[in-house]
């Protein structure tokens, strides 16, 4: 059956949407942004664990992955462990439109190709009509939509090392159980993790970022979402804040999910639980070689996977990208 | 009254200590310790809005800096707003030995000649037999403790920029009341301040570090206590992350204060509460310009203010560095 | 100018409303609410403190309270210290129909008498003709829409003590920076307050629960925001559980904003960051003589404070109560 | 060979102690006290997943348990799953002493008689005698050392029922990664659990206090550790909270463990991280049937398990019952 007959069928012409992997943190936020969305119908949200039971405030509950109807819907969102997108793509060639919350084709993941890159700011004309779409990692996100612009105007010196410090709530590991996410654990605690250069989503980055030389240490921060990338930043020739500033006011002039402001950082609670992504820059006058601070703040959940999900689906329907988030 | 005769007279012949400025952070944890240490006996602890209140768990109480015996004791620690420790200085020239963990007489202050630096693995011998200790800052002693043995060994290329990414707890902001330290603002978040290398500790470390060109950009975490120092260093020549820790193993391999560890780097439940100060580092590969990954850590109230005051304490009285703290 | 008249000048024919004291924490959240209505017009936001700033996301700035045109609006929000509003309501007799979230005028409070208890659950009608609402307390608002049905089916042992244990996030305790409010003295703290049943919310709950023998023991928990209130409800003869839920069913079968469990005992992350209250209920079967634990759970500054205050001006509208709140 | 014997070999007279399960947050809190006891020698502590790691800071690492010698040890602390020390009793009878910190031989367990029951402020002369300890629950204790001094005194009101709110930290539940202990779960969140009289300590409770009437309804907190207890407490004729006070001082009047304060609550602040236990007791003048309201705190893992255990065991050894804990 074809998906229009079936929208005749139901009575209900808006496009369908099921979730694989309902139960973890970015699932849960994509059901909650769906069920808020008004455009589309949620279909289905799969939990092995939590198969029959229903979702909290919302008309549907979740069904086992292999129950799930999930070649009938428009559209699929994963959000199963890296590894496992790879096979349904596979399994739903020519089905529904997927969008691929893990890093299975992500560009350096060796799958990239087949996917376009969700990058919502960037992007939306691939992205519109892609079949497959590859969401960003939470880490590039902020990383790509600070310095892409930049590194496009010229304003970046190459030979020096652009240092990414980063610190994200704890949402970003995941929902399974493991000792070292118990809150006991967590709570009075901050460390560096993935140092010497090893994060996963460094490839992504440098995909994008041909030529600029990263180094990205990301730390655990004791709150359970958000993201803050503070980053010191070697611009070439007599490149200076305002230069920055000016050149993401150029790239972002009509987003309401980008902010960049005139003046001061962004910090964490400015985000939280909103889809949007905030831009700052210093000027940092003695350092010696000429550099300055660029802070990026996110939600991790938000514009670095479930908000930015929905700009994607947005633009391969047709719509506004920021139809339905919180902007 | 002689001090010795004074001692005599009580029948207790330990050294006697005062604190003004003992109801903030840094002057309960002092109180803590001291009541603790053993070696000296605690004859008053000054606080304005408490006087007349009794220390919980302790034999003595809060008096007014008015009524307090400031010219008779042995030792003065000076917890005070920054700014107010110079008038006790000279309100008590002659009289007892100060410690002042104000920044009133730090390196760079302008009054740093009048002072010992009281860092207390650098500089025992001229500590020990100072009247005037200007005990460290908190980012300091971390960054100073890491890098000065490094910049000894010549293992820093001066020639680069070392980026230092800070993050405190908010008691290094103290205890008067602010919007900003309130409960529900900080639980959620996390910010850099201080930035485009305005934090006055920098004057501190520089007037340590000459040559070395330093970006330093604290941020404020959502925990009570504790400092990390992410250091990203840029290395001299073929040196590396083994050379780094031979050179800190060099310097503090009689500290029970100092721990170098030998793999992998120290998060921030790793000190809180102790008076330790925790170093660790890493090879990054692939950044291109060679550089490694320093992490320092700390409890800012620890280390970083009283157990580092108690142990030039000690030192002055020929003691044991590390006598009495939490080590 | 009578209000119809100045809405066809505009052109915009939505209700105008003014807040008062814009910068606390229900003041924030009631500009938020108000922004994201779509029903009404936001005029004007006060602040002292932040008088000529700009409120973050909206078009509007606050200004100080001399220049507000407070006359001028069809409704006011009074969110200033308790005390204050009384002067604010004398001073606009006959203007805007006022919401007052201070405990002013609400019953117990001796001026009680010249305004309507904003109970939105309770007294819709009232509501709906009143000039003047006194918003509940967010404490009397879980134990009396818990407790008010009950207590009308004749639920309630009148003879035995009912022990209301509450704990509440610290915006309850408002913005204005205190030392008990800082994140150092609340992050690993939970104390008792108001002990001996001196909290002045009781006042508000006796005089809608006469007869009703209250215990009210207030807590501080290291959250931002949210109320819980676990009751241990002496019941009246054979009463058990499935009657006092089938009384909330009752009395809130087309309330979208307050929810009543089947099974289990709501949460506080069920309600943070809504405006909905949701009540729970078990039995207890070897307690000796015959009780129930009910437990409320409500956001305080949802349900509890700026949520309840837009039911209120809902009805005064003639609207549906839930208009643009989130539940 | 005889422990005696042994000990002439290494020439270490003091007792051996081993504990089984060090790797949770129980065992590594006895870890930690044992370290710094002084009067004990700490031969192994088991871990399962940890075997052949060292304990940070100490001078010993995990063994497996098939591999501790743990007969051959002077004490054993069982710090293991409830229901698996009874085997390791079996397994060691008439071997090293035991101080069983589960649950398995607690009154009220079915095996209640097998032990001696481990409150040490009551029990001291059995305790000192015995080759078996079960030691006391970490609620029970609060509850108990509260309200046996009251019982004995004839202060309670028997007829009526008496309130327990409880309140815990999450170590509490175990270090045991489970989705509801994850940092990102409990950060904002405060619920009851065990309701309707459920809890598994009430037996521990009601077999020490016959005759009362208990209601006990804990709560999960969002702190590592601590509990609360609010006890609503019927008091029998004209007994006041002066009269409480009074009980509790004649029956702790030698203890540096039981602090009983004088005026106001104790919070949670003032015994997180020791082994104190902290009383007070308000008056409540105006509920209708006499009460008073207690409030009991102590540190789950100090009082309520790792430091109880020590005075347990130093009790066994003839010393002083507080010596090596934190009071």
Chains 1, 2, 3, 4 share one sequence.
Request: negative net charge; glycine residues 14%; charged residues 20%.
């Amino acid at each position: 059956m074809s998906e229009e007959h079936q929208h005749d069928l139901t009575g209900d012409s808006r496009p369908t949407v099921g979730i694989v992997g309902g139960a973890g943190y970015t699932g849960q936020e994509l059901v909650g942004l769906l069920d808020a969305h008004g455009g589309v119908e949620l279909a289905f949200a799969t939990s092995r664990s939590l198969a029959g039971e229903s979702l909290p405030g919302l008309g549907i509950g979740f069904v086992d992955p292999g129950d799930a109807p999930a070649g009938d819907v428009d559209f699929l969102f994963l959000c199963v462990p890296h590894g496992e997108a790879a096979r349904w793509v596979a399994r739903h060639a020519g089905g529904p439109r997927i969008i691929d919350l893990t890093d299975d084709h992500r560009p350096g993941s060796g799958r990239g190709a087949d996917a376009v890159y969700g990058l919502a700011e960037r992007y939306p004309v691939e992205i519109a009509g892609a079949r497959l779409v590859a969401n960003p990692g939470c880490y590039p996100t902020g990383v790509l939509l600070a310095l892409l612009p930049l590194a496009d105007a010229g304003l970046i010196d190459t030979g020096r090392l652009t240092v990414v410090n980063a610190a994200s709530g704890v949402t970003g590991a995941g929902r399974t159980p493991k000792t070292y996410l118990l809150f006991a654990e967590v709570a009075e605690d901050y460390r560096a993790y993935g140092e010497g250069n090893r994060h996963r989503h460094l490839k992504e980055m440098r995909a994008l970022l041909p030529g600029i030389k990263l180094l990205f240490q990301p730390h655990l921060l004791p709150v359970a979402r958000g993201i803050l990338e503070t980053i010191v930043l070697p611009v070439a020739d007599s490149a200076d804040g305002a230069e920055v500033r000016r050149a993401w006011h150029e790239a972002y002039r009509n987003s309401r999910v980008i902010e960049v402001l005139d003046d001061g950082l962004p910090g964490l609670s400015r985000v939280v639980r909103t889809d949007r992504l905030v831009l700052g820059v210093t000027d940092v006058s003695d350092a010696g070689p000429r550099v300055v601070t660029v802070v990026v703040a996110l939600d991790n959940l938000g514009k670095g996977a479930a908000g930015q999900a929905i700009q994607n689906m947005n633009l391969m329907c047709g719509w506004e990208a920021d139809r339905g988030i919180r902007c």
